[in-house]
């Protein structure tokens, strides 16, 4: 199994704060699929830029950065994300039960009851996903690290 750690940023701008919530949420996700699907650290790797998800509810911001070695997670937007995702933690925890194979680029779980239901909220822009159309691919890599479902 591939050694890709998931990591809160501990120094820098970070230095004194604790993971917030969305930051909490994505290392759990995120650190468990590498677990339990190793396939995904190769998904991982390819991310160039930076992933921001923002939770709509709560007002919380966090960033995913992917690195060679592993991820490390911040409080608030950090660098220039490719994907943003602005989202109710409901919805945020939905994405995460999409069925995705192929490190996304194969969306089964969108041909789902609950797929449809996200799919309706991005069409009615009650979840936006920014970076949709113009990173589709970086898009659903995203979906795919943040997925537990098998």
Known sequence: MPN??????????????????VAG??????GQNFTNK?????????????VAVVSTDTDT?????FGRDGAIIHNGI??????????TVDQILDVSQLRMKAGGLLPVGFFTKRGG???????TRKLVV???????????HTIALVSVAD
């Open 4 to 21: 890709y750690a998931v990591t809160w940023c501990e120094g820098g701008c970070c230095k004194g704060q604790e993971a917030n919530g």
């Open 25 to 30: 949420i994505l290392q759990m996700l995120i």
């Open 38 to 50: 190793p396939e995904l650290v190769k998904v991982a790797k390819r991310m160039k830029r930076p």
């Open 61 to 65: 911001e966090a960033t995913i950065e």
């Open 78 to 87: 950090q660098g220039d994300p490719s994907v943003a995702v602005h989202a």
């Open 117 to 123: 239901r996200v799919l309706g909220q991005i069409a």
């Open 130 to 140: 920014k970076g949709l159309l113009t990173h589709t691919i970086a898009s659903l």
